[in-house]
Nanobody
Framework: QVQLVESGGGLVQAGGSLRLSCAAS????????MGWFRQAPGKEREFVAA????????YYADSAKGRFTISRDNAKNTVYLQMSSLKPEDTSVYYC???????????????????WGQGTQVTVSS
């Protein structure tokens, strides 16, 4: 029903900033809940942030609180992840995800989400 394409990844020094974008296409009229996950080689995919359709409700992993900000522009069918004060441990492939249903307490569980993008690489050097 929807296709997701991430962009904005790259190489940045520790303490720097990046803004990731996730563009949705297809049935974008549906009020999708959106989120961001990340996965490093050999590690499990982990939750980063989530946002309701209206943007009124957001959730963050403890590692992201105070440094990352999730937002969305429904007119552009795009969700963003603004990352600041980046650390080497933030190095991962970042994935955009979408869920047809309203946001719930299961937002941090991978199986909660219906659709996934291909990911964008973020590398933070020391």
């Amino acid at each position: 029903q929807v296709q997701l394409v991430e962009s904005g990844g790259g190489l940045v020094q520790a303490g720097g900033s990046l803004r990731l974008s996730c563009a949705a296409s297809g049935r974008t009229s549906i009020r999708y809940t959106m989120g961001w996950f990340r996965q490093a080689p050999g590690k499990e995919r982990e939750f980063v942030a989530a946002i309701s359709w209206s943007g009124s409700t957001t959730y963050y992993a403890d590692s992201a609180k105070g440094r990352f900000t999730i937002s969305r522009d429904n007119a552009k069918n795009t969700v963003y992840l603004q990352m600041s004060s980046l650390k080497p441990e933030d190095t991962s492939v970042y994935y955009c995800a979408a869920r047809v249903d309203s946001i719930s307490s299961s937002y941090y569980v991978t199986s909660f989400w219906n659709y996934w993008g291909q990911g964008t690489q973020v590398t933070v050097s020391s």
